[in-house]
């Protein structure tokens, strides 16, 4: 592995025949097999494509996922999947929250949210069969994306829903540790390099308050504790998760959203009121968004430990313009002079197509951006 490795964070633009092919598949229009067949093009595709580019630990561009966290429906039962449109016959002040999404630049019917509804029980892996295939494709790491026990529990614990079964989100996120350890460690024993946790909401939990309603990030709909509470729970559940699992490289992936071109509408601040969370998480790395001035200093990063890894966001993913080796190297200066190169690894601030129907940029562009991400790691080296 080079010094100053360069991945992406998980997702890339889903080809035309891909998001038509998820489409049919939700509605029932289209076959196992002549779905699988659209989707291992698809995966092909973007594996060629970061090879092109020149990225070091690559992924399968989560060809196969409507969005980061939603799939898991396809693999677990007791969850089903409504649109953010179909959740909010579920918020208690409805109006109120559809003037939100629609002044935040939300899109609510394409934009689906895994919910509980009866016991989990695991009936196929979550992504142990999309690594199996992207494994055969190249010869590069693989990294594998997975939400975040703490994304999972807030956003499928929705109280007229769950109650019955789960009586609290505690009681939830037990078995939601229990699922993504055990898939943790057969990504593992399968030979994954890398899996990666997103746990995007916390930005939303340590910004916007327990109460606050002017923002929007997945899992927002539910309610919730304290900041406090919120983030002593998350670092308990990731820690759960990962304790004791060696031989993988295990991250943490927080963002300020990714739904919109418009960073108007998006969370901004630094990660400051985090970094004391970061540091008791048993993760290997933090994979921070640091290409917009929205993040705040990259100098904050110093006060984590200096074990701690960080996957450094200097690509921003929303927008056509390529960044410069200089860009970049202004960026990771600050954290050359205090750790080694091989503990920081480069990477755009988030994925090119979060949500399968909304992608933040086209094919294209995420190849011209990956290889300029390529290009400034190897000016730095």
Request: aromatic share 8%.
């Amino acid at each position: 592995m080079p010094s100053l490795p360069t991945t992406v964070v998980g997702s890339l633009p889903r080809p035309e025949a891909m998001r038509e092919a998820l489409k049919n598949r939700r509605k029932g229009r289209i076959s196992d097999s002549v779905f699988l067949k659209v989707a291992d093009d698809s995966v092909k595709a973007a594996v060629a494509l970061q090879e092109r580019a020149g990225i070091d630990v690559i992924s399968d561009g989560e060809m196969r996922r409507e969005n980061f966290y939603s799939f898991i429906a396809e693999c677990v039962d007791g969850i089903k999947l409504l649109s953010l449109a179909d959740l909010l016959d579920y918020v208690e002040d409805k109006a109120a929250f559809e003037r939100l999404l629609q002044s935040l630049d939300v899109p609510a019917f394409a934009i689906h949210n895994p919910v509980v509804e009866g016991k989990i029980n695991v009936k196929k892996p979550l992504a142990l069969e999309e690594f199996n295939y992207v494994r055969g494709l190249t010869d590069k790491p693989v990294k594998v994306a997975l939400p975040g026990p703490y994304l999972l529990t807030r956003s499928m614990w929705v109280k007229s829903l769950s109650h019955d079964t789960y009586p609290t989100k505690e009681s939830l996120g037990a078995d939601v540790v229990t699922m993504l350890r055990d898939e943790l460690i057969s990504l593992r024993d399968a030979g994954c390099f890398f899996v990666q946790f997103d746990e995007p909401v916390l930005s939303e939990v340590a910004f916007a308050g327990p109460h606050a309603t002017h923002t929007f990030m997945c899992a927002a709909l539910s309610e919730k504790a304290s900041p406090e509470q919120e983030l002593e729970f998350a670092v308990q559940l990731i820690n759960q998760v990962v304790q004791g699992v060696n031989g993988i490289k295990t991250g943490l992936h927080v963002c300020r959203g990714n739904w919109s071109r418009n960073d108007d509408v998006l969370l901004a601040g630094a990660y400051d009121p985090l970094i004391p969370y970061f540091a008791k998480m048993k993760v290997n790395q933090l994979v921070l968004e640091f290409a917009t001035d929205r993040a705040g200093p990259v100098e904050s990063l110093l006060k984590l430990p200096d074990e701690k890894e960080i996957g450094l966001g200097v690509m921003n993913p929303r927008t056509s313009e390529l960044e410069s080796p200089a860009f970049v190297k202004a960026k990771v200066s600050p954290l050359l002079s205090k750790r080694a190169p091989n503990s920081i690894f480069l990477n755009p601030d988030c994925g090119f197509g979060t949500f399968s129907d909304r992608p933040v940029n086209d094919w294209e562009t995420a190849e011209k951006k990956l290889a300029a991400l390529s290009q400034a790691a190897k000016s730095l080296r």
